[in-house]
């Protein structure tokens, strides 16, 4: 095994390093990154270290992010992302083998979205009063399902329920007053039917589907996980929503100040390269 990129499939050496730089665009929820990539001469593997205790959820969401990016740049590369999730209860930190098969025209929508990668950015300024028109929030909810999650939105008189839960999640959480929410705002929590890991993975991949499509319609997000990280008000806010989903991740959307561009991750910390993968099995 050695450090760097190679050609995967019928993709050339430098399609590889575009596709990775923009899987490993969105920084993690909290904290180090919890993924690595590994390119073989038929999939790019994606892994991580996933621990066993209140941190495990946000990391999966984390590799989540990167996988759904990985996938959609794969795309706009003109091929096919054949993903397969968590392929061998033998080896918990592979979480996904994705291989580009064919070659195929990117959509519209996925070109969007695509495009839409490199520009999207976490914005904890305040957001003005506009609102998000009806059609763009059933976009965003359309775009959660794809994923296999789904896209609930804390209604106005929700709002000082959720005000007491946050207060109760904060004095372990850290400080939330740059994650204000009032009641003309749109406020969603993107929600899973299970916990498990898969759920979770897949949870991840929505949030970023839901966040692209944001940005891609003019829109600016900012996301807080820190009242998921308790059991207590995790459960309270479950049952805020109906109690039929696991919420993974709140967002915040509508119309913020510009922010800062994101440092980009070097790709040698990282990407790997194996001749021999421990995928090849995995046809």
Request: hydrophobic letters at 40%; charged letters at 25%.
């Amino acid at each position: 095994m050695k450090t760097g990129v190679m050609p995967v499939g019928h993709l050339n050496i430098e399609q590889v390093r575009q596709i990775l730089v923009m899987a490993t665009t969105p920084p993690p929820l909290r904290g180090a990154r919890p993924w690595r990539f590994q390119c073989t001469p038929g999939a790019i593997e994606l892994y991580a270290d996933i621990d066993e205790g209140p941190e495990r959820r946000e990391q999966l969401l984390s590799c989540g992010v990167a996988l759904l990016n990985l996938r959609l740049a794969i795309k706009a590369h003109g091929s096919h992302p054949d993903v397969r999730l968590l392929p061998t209860a033998g080896r918990p930190d592979l979480l996904a083998v994705v291989r580009p098969r064919g070659h195929e025209p990117v959509s519209p929508v996925d070109r969007r979205l695509a495009e839409a990668i490199p520009v999207r950015r976490g914005n904890r300024s305040p957001f003005t009063a506009a609102a998000v028109p009806p059609e763009v929030q059933r976009e965003l909810r359309r775009a959660a399902e794809i994923e296999r999650s789904w896209l609930a939105t804390v209604e106005p008189e929700q709002i000082p329920l959720l005000r007491e839960i946050m207060d109760r999640a904060v004095p372990e959480n850290g400080d939330r007053t740059d994650f204000d929410v009032q009641p003309d705002r749109l406020l969603v929590v993107v929600g899973s039917l299970h916990d498990t890991n898969l759920a979770l993975l897949q949870a991840g991949q929505a949030m970023q589907r839901v966040l692209l499509t944001a940005t891609a319609s003019g829109l600016s997000s900012a996301l807080w996980s820190a009242v998921m990280a308790q059991p207590g008000p995790r459960r309270e806010l479950r049952q805020l929503l109906g109690g039929g989903l696991w919420p993974q991740v709140m967002l915040r959307l509508g119309h913020g100040a510009p922010v800062a561009p994101y440092t980009p991750v070097r790709l040698e910390d990282v990407v790997t390269s194996d001749e021999h993968p421990f995928s090849a099995g995995l046809r």
